[in-house]
Every structure is written in structure tokens, then in C-alpha cells.
């Protein structure tokens, strides 16, 4: 039997697949290795290293945020960013300091 092209099946499952042994190490030149890697700021992958790995991803933020999108006219929303970026602020920042504000009214 074949398929459309004419070739046969291919029948290879992964419990018949035998990895070749890997190839005698010299320890003193993976020494070598090591220390030129460690030299430049390379980091093992091998299991033994003291360091664990790193969760990929953002470090969990201290407080939840949420999105948050207004329809402003232009003028509003030009003097929100004028006194966004006077100040340095973020918009979340902003949005914070311009509530103390009205609370404080």
C-alpha cells in the first residue's frame, strides 16, 4: 500500500528508536570548557547546577490591575498626557494622583 505520491508507509514507532551512546568525555578539557564559559557569563543546562532555573514570564505584581479605556475629547485627553509626562508619570499614576485630588476636594 502507498499514499498519493506513491510512496510507502512509513511503520517507525519512538520504542524502536535507540539514541547512539554518547561519545567518550575528557574531563580535563570539559574543565577547560567550563571555566572559559563561566568567564563569559554562560550558565550550565546540566541538571547538577546549584542555580535553579528562572520561571519565565513577569514576576506576579504586588497589587491586580485592570485595563482601563476612556473616550476623552482630544483636549482631555492631550492635558492627561501633558501632565502625565510633566510629571514622569505612568497613566495609571496619573489616574491615582488625579483621584487623591478629587478626594481630597
Known amino acids: ?53 528562572r520561571k519565565p514570564g513577569r514576576p506576579p505584581r504586588a497589587k491586580p490591575s485592570r485595563s482601563l479605556h476612556i473616550s476623552a475629547d482630544v483636549s482631555d485627553a492631550d492635558a492627561f498626557t501633558a501632565l502625565r509626562e510633566a510629571n514622569g508619570w505612568t497613566s495609571g499614576h496619573a489616574l491615582k494622583m488625579l483621584l487623591r485630588a478629587y478626594k481630597a476636594e
Do not use: L, N
Open 1 to 53: 500500500m502507498s499514499d498519493s505520491k506513491g510512496r510507502a508507509p512509513v511503520k517507525f514507532t519512538i520504542d524502536e528508536f535507540e539514541p547512539e551512546a554518547p561519545a567518550d568525555r575528557d574531563p580535563v578539557r570539559d574543565a577547560e570548557a567550563d571555566k572559559i564559559a563561566a568567564e563569559h557569563g554562560y550558565k550550565s543546562r546540566e541538571v547538577d547546577d546549584p542555580e535553579p532555573a
